[in-house]
């Protein structure tokens, strides 16, 4: 069965970036599917970061653009998130996710993994 | 930037009742409208697609409409595991976007 896992730190100091991996289990990235990143700030409502497609076609959020990298890793089943110059603001519970390429739709979910902007 | 405004913010409810949540659009969406339940702690799970697609294993208690600006979900015979929070999101453009939450409480 096919799961999602976020690894990365769970404490970035303000200004540095923000790396996180998302390892894809019992299965590959396929290019049936597009690969995403949406954060949660604790308490709050969920914001789509960006995604990447198998062929490495990236969207991103407008208000994160700036910011905001995403990369894969086919080879290894893993694909990344850099979010630069981090402020309190970005901290939040980060999630990968998967997108059924037809409708969209998010249908499969890593667990989540808090970061936490703090000098 | 698609704003999603969903209502209530929260509900009270008891099991065996009937909720209906809404979801509005600032603007038409089409049928490109995803419902998401999100219980403490967890993932968001996907409920319904394309406004009133039944993901598959989602209990049948749940179903969504509308079309356009005005979405709804409903929850018939709400059962103890279904007191979570509920989040729409249109998948029509780009930035994707979710509604703000609302939150069923016993």
């Known amino acids: 069965q096919l799961q999602l896992q976020e690894s990365g730190p769970g404490l970035v100091k303000p200004s540095e970036t923000l790396s996180l991996t998302c390892t894809v289990s019992?299965?590959?990235?396929?290019?049936?599917?597009?690969w995403a990143w949406i954060r949660q700030p604790p308490g709050k409502g969920l914001e789509w970061i960006g995604r990447i497609s198998f062929s490495g076609t990236t969207y991103y959020n407008p208000s994160l653009k700036s910011r905001v990298t995403i990369s894969q890793d086919t080879s290894k089943s893993q694909f990344s998130l850099k979010l630069t110059s981090v402020t309190a603001p970005d901290t939040a519970v980060y999630y990968c996710a998967r997108q059924e390429v037809s409708y969209l739709s998010f249908d499969l979910w890593g667990r989540g993994t808090l970061v936490i902007v703090s000098s | 930037d698609i704003q999603m405004t969903q209502s209530p913010s929260s509900v009270s409810a008891s099991v065996g009742d009937r909720v209906t949540i809404t979801c509005r659009a600032s603007?038409?969406?089409?049928?490109?409208l995803d419902w998401y339940q999100q219980k403490p702690g967890k993932a968001p799970n996907l409920l319904i697609y394309a406004a009133s697609s039944l993901q598959g294993g989602v209990p049948s208690r749940f179903s969504g409409s509308g079309s356009g600006t005005d979405f709804t979900l409903t929850i018939t015979s709400l059962q103890p595991e279904d007191f979570a929070t509920y989040f729409c999101q249109q998948t029509n453009n780009f930035p994707l976007t979710f509604g703000g939450g609302t939150k069923v409480e016993i």
């Open positions: 603007q038409g969406i089409g049928n490109w």
């Open positions: 019992g299965g590959s990235v396929s290019s049936s599917y597009y």
